[in-house]
């Protein structure tokens, strides 16, 4: 008998370590063009465009990548965007609250603390609704916006968060 309680326990263990470590996988991801570098969690990484329609009347184009796991109930993204030369320059600061109240319209701001990458201004900022989670850092440099975000439903929280965010470089 003790030899079976020995023989499972090192079953429960190595199986909790399998466990453990396929649910701390990360897999590097970079885009040349985008300028940046990203620890995601595994899956299979996407990638769209979007036009998105800027106050002044001009345009800009999204560029998304993200990796959902959890049947969709939790994604982890990075987007990017340029703003136009002539987008009014109102300082970084002003910017990115500007779009960090856009993003928590209709939710409830849980946390909101300035930040930075290597002296690249930017935001962290948590919200929740009544379904969702949401977690965020933004970047500007220069006129390009970078925004991090991941979102997990109130059933299924995201357990990669730090990992996924701190990972993040702007090269």
Known sequence: MRNYRIC???????????????????????????????QFPSGDVKHDTDQVALKEGSSSTLYEFWVEQAGGNISYMVMYNDYPANYPNDGADATLART????????????????????????????????????????????????????????HPATQTSDFMNSFRIE
């Open 100 to 155: 960090r109240d856009g993003a928590v319209k209709g939710k409830t701001l849980v946390s909101d603390i300035a930040i930075n990458l290597n002296g690249v201004p930017g935001r962290e900022f948590t919200a929740t609704d009544s379904t969702w989670n949401f977690t965020v850092r933004q970047f500007l440099k220069g006129k390009r916006l970078y925004q991090l975000i991941v979102v997990s439903s109130t059933n």
């Open 8 to 38: 499972l326990a090192v079953v429960l263990l190595l199986m909790g370590g399998a466990v453990w470590a396929a649910g701390q996988q990360m897999q590097s991801y970079s885009s040349s063009e985008g300028s940046f570098s990203v």
